[in-house]
């Protein structure tokens, strides 16, 4: 009888669940301001933003507040008056002038970038034989410093030695441009001594550099695809 009620009393225990105890969960850390990748992100970018805005916002905006004001340079005394300033530049001769300029200047020399640089992109992405060599080429007028492309400028609008003048001479297109008034007659053409001769001088030497950085991103752009 001992023996089967001690076996009983094993059998109980052994089947008896354990008791279950509770699990305590930690609760979690909270991220400090260097671990949060938003305040990371503007607190690295926070001394860039300071610099920016002390080196060009706060000019920016000082220089609109004095256009509304009549002070003069290294004046203390000034007074508000509006858009007083903006009125007399519009009434100003020289300044729609500098205006219609400028806006003459950027559109034909936008348009003009635009057109040769996608038809030099074009061009070079159909070219297989010495494509490096081309493009290399293609992409002087960007490389050149700005000291040599103005010295070259200078060389080919001089009224005496200007290259453009002797290529037109050479091919019989000199007569031709004076014949129908764009060129005035003469053996020496003042390219920066006439209004529209500058500002055409002045496009070409835009469009001739610019066109390659233009041709470049077409360039990819067209690889990509």
């Known amino acids: ?5 001690i076996l009983g009393i094993r059998m109980s225990i052994t089947s008896e669940p354990f008791p279950k105890t509770a699990v305590k969960r930690s609760k ?19 001394p860039m933003l300071i610099v920016v805005f002390g080196l060009i916002g706060y000019p920016f905006f000082l220089s609109i507040w004095f256009s509304l004001t009549d002070r003069l340079l290294a004046s203390t005394d000034y007074s508000f008056i509006g858009l007083g300033n903006y009125v007399d530049l519009l009434q100003d001769p020289i300044f729609r002038r500098t205006l219609l300029n400028t806006f ?3 559109v034909t020399a936008v348009i003009f970038k635009l057109g040769l640089g ?27 410093h700005s000291s040599l492309s103005v010295l070259a400028r200078v060389v080919m609008f ?20 004076q014949t129908i ?23 070409t ?7 390659p950085f233009f041709a470049m991103i077409f360039l990819a752009g067209l690889m990509t695809v």
């Open 205 to 211: 030497v835009i469009v001739w550099r610019g066109v």
């Open 181 to 203: 008034g764009v060129l005035p007659m003469g053996d020496r053409i003042p390219w920066v001594g006439k209004p529209h001769l500058a500002m055409a001088a002045i496009q």
């Open 1 to 5: 009888f001992s023996e089967m009620a």
């Open 158 to 177: 001089d009224s005496l030695l200007s290259v453009i003048t002797w290529l037109l001479r050479v091919t019989r297109l000199l007569d031709v441009l």
């Open 28 to 46: 979690p850390k909270r991220p400090t301001l260097l671990e949060t990748q938003a305040a990371l992100g503007y607190l690295l970018v926070a």
């Open 118 to 144: 996608l038809i030099m992109a074009l061009t070079l992405r159909e070219v297989n034989r010495f494509r490096r060599l081309f493009r290399a080429a293609f992409m002087l007028p960007w490389v050149v």
């Open 104 to 106: 003459n200047y950027t």
